[in-house]
């Protein structure tokens, strides 16, 4: 069982969960040590990271759509609320603006907005296939609420919240000869790896949204080794461990 399916299947803070993180550490502790024996420590470099983070949800926490005043699951053409704290509806046609004023202010933890006025800080809204309304709801204190109908079963653990929520961000480790030693970095978001990836394997990345100088401080320069550059061209691979469902802050 990967970190991620002992997360959602007995949650983050369940003997499973952690029982999985000590075996990833145990794993990655073999692969520095294999990497160490093959002499690869010169031209190989190591990245740890992950896709999310992790959090509890706490079933008296959740919003019930099916109990707001106004609302009817029969002015829908298509609803997705039981995956998460986040939501899609598709109203049918004529009702997009009704289901939005009953819904918008609803519930003091839940956000409903149309899809052309979606924060922008999601990087989610602008593909055609995005439903006209799109819900989210805040994280609590300690819990994250999550909403559902009332018919639907409860998941009790969710990886889909806020990505300002601290327990939902991912954590960032590198070590090899293209990286600065003992280096501790600012907070930044995963768009900017592949940047950083296609640096280090010497390829021209694809259109994407990150860049390569939020990550670029973090490099050694060719001076840093002692040469004119070209220790870079050896630097034949990049290996990358993905402990899914890992939280815990961007930083090396």
């Keep these: ?142 819990h994250p609420p999550s909403f559902r109908p009332l018919c639907q079963l409860v998941s009790l653990h969710t990886d889909r919240n806020s990505s300002s929520a601290m327990n939902m961000k991912t954590i960032f480790r590198a070590v090899g000869p293209a990286f600065k030693k003992e280096l501790v970095v600012e907070p930044f978001e995963s768009v900017n790896v592949y940047a950083l990836l296609c640096e280090l394997l010497g390829i021209t990345p694809e259109p994407h949204d990150g860049s390569l100088e939020v990550t670029k401080p973090m490099l050694r320069e060719s001076d840093d080794t002692g040469n004119n550059g070209e220790q870079r061209e050896r630097w034949w691979a990049v290996g990358m461990v993905v402990g899914s469902g890992s939280g815990g802050g961007h930083q090396r």
């Design 1 to 142: 069982m990967k970190p991620n399916s002992s997360g959602h299947k007995f949650g983050p803070e369940s003997t499973q969960r952690k029982d999985m993180i000590k075996q990833v550490d145990r794993t990655v502790g073999y692969l520095r040590q294999r990497i160490r024996e093959s002499g690869l420590e010169s031209n190989l470099n190591l990245i740890i990271t992950s896709d999310h983070g992790m959090e509890t949800v706490i079933k008296e926490d959740e919003i019930h759509i099916g109990n707001m005043t106004n609302f009817t699951f029969k002015d829908l053409d298509f609803e997705l609320l039981d995956y998460g704290p986040n939501g899609l509806l598709v109203p049918k046609e004529g009702k997009l603006e009704h289901v939005y004023s009953v819904l918008k202010n609803a519930h003091p933890k839940l956000h409903v907005y149309k899809k052309e006025e979606f924060p922008k800080r999601f990087h989610y809204a602008n593909h055609s296939r995005i439903t006209p309304l799109l819900l989210y709801s805040d994280p609590a204190p300690q």
